[in-house]
C-alpha cells in the first residue's frame, strides 16, 4: 500500500522559505506515468494545487505562485520536496503531498502538516 | 483558469435520505472532473473520477454524473459516516492548472 508522509518545519517566519517533504513508501516514486503534487488548503477553507512534478523530473506549478515554488525529486530516498519562499501570513495551512494517479486525479495523500507563517 | 463552483455551501440531510451536490465549471471540462470527501482533520479522498467512475473500494451508493460545465455527486442512502465536506475538482488544463470548488458541506439533520 503506497503511504506518502510529510515533514518539515511547522512555522516560518514571514518574508523566509518554507521547506517541506513527503517521504513515499510503498512504492517508487521513479515509476512511470505518475507525478507527484503538493495541494494546500488555509484553516477553515478549501484546496488549492500549488504544482507537481513528474517521474521524469518536469515540473508544473501553479501560475499564481510560481515565482516562489521550487518542487524537487531525491530518488535515492523516495521523495519530493516543496519550496515556497517569501511566506506571509497567507501561506499559512495544511499542506499536502499527494500521488497524481493514470486517471490525472490524486488516489494517494499524505496526512497533511500544517505550516503556520508568524514572527 | 476555470473556476469551479459548488452548491449549496451546506446541505443538511436525515441519514437513510438522498443527497445531491451540484458543481459547475466557468468552462468545459469535459469528463475531465473528480469528487473527494473530507472529513475533519483527515486528507481529502478519492470518490469519482471521470465525472462517473468510482475509485477503488467507494461504495456503490456514491454516483456521480454530467459532462461539460454540469456535475453531480449522489448518495443514495447517507450513512453516518458519509457526513463530511465533498469537493469537486477539475482536470481538464494543458499544462495542468487543477482547480476545486469550495466544498458542500454534508450535515445531519
Known amino acids: 500500500q503506497l503511504q506518502l508522509q510529510e515533514s518539515g518545519s511547522g512555522l516560518v517566519k514571514p518574508s523566509q522559505t518554507l521547506s517541506l517533504t513527503c517521504a513515499v513508501s510503498?512504492?517508487?516514486?521513479?515509476?512511470?506515468?505518475?507525478?507527484w503534487s503538493w495541494i494546500r488548503q488555509p484553516p477553515g477553507k478549501g484546496l488549492e494545487w500549488i504544482g507537481y512534478?513528474?517521474?521524469?523530473?518536469?515540473?508544473y506549478y501553479n501560475p499564481s505562485l510560481k515565482s516562489r515554488v521550487t518542487i524537487s525529486v531525491d530518488r535515492s530516498k523516495n521523495q519530493f520536496s516543496l519550496k515556497l519562499s517569501s511566506v506571509t501570513a497567507a501561506d499559512t495551512a495544511v499542506y499536502y503531498c499527494?500521488?497524481?494517479?493514470?486517471?490525472?486525479?490524486?488516489?494517494?495523500w499524505g496526512q497533511g502538516t500544517l505550516v503556520t507563517v508568524s514572527s | 483558469e476555470i473556476v469551479m463552483t459548488q452548491s449549496p455551501a451546506t446541505l443538511s440531510v436525515s441519514p437513510g435520505e438522498r443527497a445531491t451536490l451540484s458543481c459547475r465549471a466557468s468552462?468545459?471540462?469535459?469528463?475531465?472532473l473528480a469528487w473527494y470527501q473530507q472529513k475533519p482533520g483527515q486528507a481529502p479522498r478519492l470518490l469519482i473520477y471521470?465525472?462517473?467512475t468510482r475509485a477503488t473500494g467507494i461504495p456503490a451508493r456514491f454516483s456521480g454524473s454530467g459532462s461539460g460545465t454540469e456535475f453531480t455527486l449522489t448518495i443514495s442512502s447517507l450513512q453516518s459516516e458519509d457526513f463530511a465536506v465533498y469537493y469537486c475538482?477539475?482536470?481538464?488544463?494543458?499544462?495542468?492548472?487543477?482547480?476545486f470548488g469550495q466544498g458542500t458541506k454534508l450535515e445531519i439533520k
Open positions: 512534478i513528474y517521474h521524469s523530473g518536469s515540473t
Open positions: 471521470g465525472a462517473s
Open positions: 499527494a500521488r497524481e494517479g493514470s486517471m490525472a486525479v490524486f488516489d494517494y
Open positions: 468552462q468545459s471540462v469535459s469528463s475531465n
Open positions: 510503498g512504492g517508487s516514486i521513479s515509476s512511470g506515468g505518475y507525478s
Open positions: 475538482q477539475q482536470y481538464n488544463n494543458w499544462p495542468p492548472l487543477y482547480t
